[in-house]
Nanobody, 130 residues
């Protein structure tokens, strides 16, 4: 059974930093899948934050987080990370990690949107205060 468990959320002051983690289990060939971070703020639709391909060499970021967030993965530990810097109150949301559908994902261009992700974690809350 595929499981994705996010951790690292919490409350942080504006301008601060935080790193989210997502531990994957229940399936093999972790290194071959694209992974992603999404977020959903109250009253808003879920949005893509960052995507990374199987090898980690191809990434994509939402314009709102470019230059501030960094997505990475440790294939040996089956863990996905999201390093977040210069946080603002607009980053407040529930953050979800997700695993792509495609078993061999060599490039984020293979990911068009949420429909290309088949498994989701329960989320971890980030609150950024002024």
């Amino acid at each position: 059974q595929v499981q994705l468990v996010e951790s690292g959320g919490g409350s942080v002051q504006a301008g601060g930093s935080l790193t989210l983690s997502c531990a994957a289990s229940g399936y093999s060939l972790y290194m071959y899948y694209c992974m992603g971070w999404f977020r959903q703020a109250p009253g808003k639709e879920r949005e893509e934050v960052a995507i990374i391909d199987s090898g980690g060499g191809s990434t994509r970021y939402a314009d709102s987080v470019k230059g501030r967030f960094t997505i990475s993965k440790d294939n040996t530990k089956k863990t996905l990370f999201l390093q977040m810097n210069s946080l603002t109150p607009e980053d407040t949301a529930m953050y979800y990690c997700a695993r792509g559908r495609i078993a061999i994902c060599n490039g984020v261009s293979m990911i068009r949107g949420e429909a290309d992700f088949s498994y989701w974690g329960q989320g971890t809350q980030l609150t950024v205060t002024v």
